[in-house]
């Protein structure tokens, strides 16, 4: 599994790896702060399915967009960064409407895309040193 998510591309395994530690993390705070549970990590991992989605896309993307000359590579990658900013705000939007998780829970999960992008350095060294001492 993990060697077909490298051919996507070679950091979206720690990428996604981030995503997900930042999401228990978070569960795990947010079980100390929050009274409503159960809206809280609704919301928390709808996000975080969110960030995940947009990890995927964003890899997909870059690849599409190096394949294309500077200009066809601008526009198209400002498409797809458009497509994905739209995602985050249409599901934050249901959530607001629907009230089926908390929609700041649901911003914390994608946020964990964020974390886990400055991180990724830190889980690249890390894994690098484990597979040299193996």
Same mark, same amino acid.
């Given at each position: ?9 070679? $950091? ?52 599409? $967009? ?39 829970? $649901? ?9 886990? $992008? ?17």
């Amino acid at each position: 599994m993990i060697t077909r998510i490298k051919k996507i591309n070679t $950091a979206l395994p720690g990428l996604l790896f981030g995503i997900i530690l930042f999401g228990a993390l978070s569960q795990t705070v947010g079980f100390f702060l929050v009274e409503d549970k159960a809206d809280f990590s609704k919301g928390l991992w709808i996000g975080v399915v969110t960030a995940v989605f947009m990890a995927f896309h964003m890899a997909i993307s870059l690849n599409s $967009a190096v394949e294309r000359d500077v200009k066809g590579a601008q526009a198209a990658a400002t498409r797809q960064n458009i497509i994905r900013y739209l995602v985050v705000v249409m599901i934050l939007g249901i959530l607001m409407m629907t009230k089926i998780g908390n929609p700041l829970a $649901a911003f914390v999960g994608v946020m964990g895309l964020k974390v886990s $992008a400055y991180a990724q350095p830190m889980f690249s060294k890390l894994t690098s040193r484990t597979k040299k001492t193996e």
